[in-house]
């Protein structure tokens, strides 16, 4: 695949993780893996201060679909209905047991491009706390979480492919501020007859830090389980995670990219 994101990067400072702790011992072995599903003996990836990225306000590029512009929930559905989350000052933001919003549209691989920001009032801990996620076909979700000083397994951290694979670092701003995805997805392929012949991929960059390196998804991404692929077209819609904490999202943008055999 040539997909280029041109990101600011700058150096990082990196600064010692959370000792393990936190998770389960009764989850299933991740196929491929040493380790279970959200386990609490997996180390947690080490922390960085990120440098400064895109913003609010830089539009996307002449090919891609803005479907998000802070005005309005056009490109958007809540259960076939108008979103019920809130709309103001150019973000949308969760509202709790309303459910979880998509795109009107499917695609298949994309890349993706948006900004969130957990809670400035930090309430709960681990998965508690500023808790949602990006959903690639409804199965593949790249965690939101804030994962600030706060002390969770290592596969259901900000930036992790969740119940998979934890985010080559934490590169988290603190509560409150704007963080920025960038991110590749590859959708699975399958032949005929519903056999796997190419997994899915996903690249991302959390605030410009990569997190995520063409890491293969070992099929679709669940709490506590581990699920093999099940045939489907190849295409789905992206959707963001009610989890019940009042997380916002803006300038969300995608582009198709051509497909890949």
């Not at 306000?57 to 259960?79: C, E, I, M, R, Y």
Request: proline letters at 8%.
């Amino acid at each position: 695949m040539k997909t280029l994101i041109v990101l600011t990067l700058s150096a990082a400072c990196v600064v010692p993780a959370f000792s393990q702790g936190v998770g389960y011992t009764d989850t299933p072995q991740i196929r491929g893996q040493q380790w279970k599903v959200h386990d609490k003996e997996r180390p947690n990836p080490p922390t960085v201060t990120p440098g400064a990225t895109f913003s609010n306000g830089a539009p996307p590029p002449s090919d891609a679909v803005w479907l998000f512009n802070g005005k309005d929930f056009s490109h958007w559905t809540q259960g076939g209905g108008a979103p019920k989350w809130k709309l103001e000052n150019g973000y949308m933001e969760v509202v709790g047991k309303s459910g979880n919003i998509a795109t009107k549209d499917e695609f298949g691989d994309a890349q993706v491009h948006l900004e969130f920001a957990t809670p400035s009032k930090v309430e709960g801990e681990s998965q508690g706390r500023g808790n949602s996620g990006v959903f690639f076909h409804g199965q593949f979700e790249v965690q939101v979480l804030d994962s600030h000083n706060n002390k969770t397994y290592a596969d259901g951290q900000a930036g992790a492919l969740y119940g998979q694979w934890p985010p080559l670092v934490n590169a988290i701003r603190p509560p409150g501020e704007w963080n920025t995805y960038d991110i590749v997805f590859e959708a699975p392929r399958f032949d005929a007859a519903g056999k796997l012949t190419k997994p899915g991929y996903i690249t991302a960059f959390l605030n410009g830090v990569c997190v995520q390196n063409r890491q293969e998804l070992n099929g679709p991404t669940n709490h506590k389980a581990t699920d093999p692929y099940k045939a489907y077209s190849g295409k789905g819609n992206l959707s963001l995670q009610d989890h019940g904490n009042p997380t916002r999202f803006r300038n969300i943008w995608l582009r198709p990219l051509g497909e890949h055999n």
